[in-house]
């Protein structure tokens, strides 16, 4: 195989040309700076490129790498870099690069690699994924690599997208970042909480209505489709539409167009749909509440978000990216955590994952007392003294004692808000969270507008 290798150190071309000639494979050696350095490439004839992505001129190895693609020069490319970041991975890949090389690297990672583009391994897509603009998502190499490469596939195409993970993982987040390094970066994102939003409503939220179409249709509504224009519609929590609602969604993913309520207009959505949802919805489908069609039509690219206890690796990382933005936005002056304190955030079971952490350490910045956050700053994580068991029952039975028994009515709905205050904090399913009170879903949310309690 022909191998170009693309680097403004002598030393580096010298010592991967050697290993590569090895193989027995023919090793041509750039610095970057040649002229007509497509035209070059051509001529030899090159099977694979390996490019650094740092070079010692005005243009770096991913300026290059456009300036290829631009030409219509098509080469399977592997980048190498001492600096691994998500926008390396993801700008890189916009334009097919599968393999990045973290410097310092063995020479069986390079030969591994390298073999991949073999005639009998070679299989590369040209348009696998995109650059990212804007580093908003926290992680390590080694955990977040492939969440990176999958959000520039999904920013290089129109199709559907379905982000998948616990609460707290960061789903909308992934989303934004599709929207923004697609070419629809200069219209509107639109985040929408499917849960949020009664069943008997949501066609009239989700394409609008004309004035008078019901009751209470007092003005004419543009819907949420129409609204996002050639943007990105996101639909959140998608696993609790109801069945009628599923098949009206179907309908309008399959033929692109819909109607406001009430109207006669049909209109061709021009946008993107971003979905995401915290339960498995294959379990969904399994128990028939949610359609298989709609699923894959849904599903035509699918990211799975890792929980916070998987990705151990990155809590020092997103600690320390967290009490910037508590400086940032609370005033307050942390310089550092203590070590104890990480290793105690590492070891902790974090059931509200990212956005859990998140929290915490905004509430331990306002803690600390001096520049440096401790563990007993993280008053929130801190184990709570058990119940006794009959002591609700004393309790309620000094306050009837004291105020009467007439009192009971209110004591009841205090209670009963205490209660779905708890459940909506440990359970942001609706449909899961109605099934564990013996009511239905549609009472739980009048329950909880009545309480007026956000979910």
């Known amino acids: 195989m022909i191998i170009s290798i693309i680097d403004d150190q002598a030393e580096i ?31 030899n004839g090159s099977d694979l490129l390996i490019l650094d992505v740092i070079l010692e001129t005005d ?27 998500p926008e390396n991975i993801i700008e890189a890949s916009k334009f097919g690069v599968q393999d990045i090389l973290q410097k310092p690297f063995d020479e069986d990672e390079l030969i591994a690699i390298v073999n991949k583009y073999t005639p ?18 926290i992680g390590s190499f080694e955990t977040m690599q492939d969440i990176y490469k999958k959000i520039g596939v999904c920013a290089n195409n129109n199709l559907c997208v379905l982000v998948s993970g616990k609460t707290g993982t960061g789903k909308e987040l992934i989303a934004e970042l599709i929207h923004k390094n697609s070419i629809r970066n200069k219209s509107l994102f639109l985040a929408v909480n499917c849960a949020s939003i009664p069943d008997e409503l949501f066609e009239s939220q989700l394409f609008g209505h004309e004035k008078g179409s019901f009751t209470s249709a007092d003005n004419q509504h543009i819907g949420y489709a129409e609204q996002v224009k050639e943007g990105t519609l996101f639909l959140d929590e ?32 021009k946008g993107r749909i971003v979905c995401a949802t915290n339960i498995n919805l294959k ?27 998987q990705r151990k690796k990155d809590i020092p990382f997103l600690s320390k990216y967290f009490i910037g933005l508590a400086n940032k936005e609370l005033g307050t002056n942390i310089k550092s955590i203590s070590k104890e304190a990480l ?17 915490c350490v905004f509430n331990a910045s306002l803690n600390a007392t001096q520049e440096t956050i401790e563990f007993d700053n993280f008053t929130c994580l801190k184990e709570k003294p058990k119940v006794k068991n009959n002591s609700l029952k004393n309790i309620l039975a000094k306050e009837i004692e004291q105020n009467g028994i007439e009192q009971i009515g209110a004591i009841k709905e205090m209670i009963e808000k205490e209660i779905l205050l ?34």
Request: proline letters at 1%; one cysteine or more; aromatic letters at 10%.
């Open 13 to 43: 071309r010298y010592s991967v040309g050697k290993i590569l000639k090895n193989q027995n494979h023919t090793i041509h050696k750039f610095d970057g700076q040649e002229s007509y350095l497509v035209d070059t490439l051509q001529e």
């Open 59 to 85: 243009k770096t190895g991913i300026d290059l790498l456009r300036e290829f693609r631009e030409e219509n020069f098509k080469i399977p490319v592997v980048l190498m870099t001492a600096y691994t970041t």
């Open 120 to 137: 009998s391994h070679s299989s590369i897509n040209d348009n696998q994924i995109t650059q990212l603009k804007e580093k908003k998502f």
């Open 238 to 269: 998608i696993g609790e539409l109801n069945s009628i609602t599923q098949s009206k969604l179907l309908r309008f993913l399959e033929n692109r167009t819909f109607r406001r309520v009430g109207g006669n207009k049909e209109q061709h959505f």
């Open 283 to 309: 379990d969904s489908i399994e128990n028939s509440t949610f359609r298989e069609d709609l699923f894959f039509r849904l599903s035509m690219i699918s990211i799975e978000l890792p929980t916070l206890k």
């Open 343 to 359: 290793s105690r955030l590492e070891n902790f079971e974090w059931s509200g994952n990212i956005r859990q952490l998140k929290n």
């Open 422 to 455: 708890i459940g909506v904090n440990h359970c942001t399913n609706l449909t899961k969270l109605s099934s564990y009170l013996g009511i239905s879903r549609l009472t739980l949310r009048n329950k909880l507008k009545d309480f007026k309690i956000k979910y």
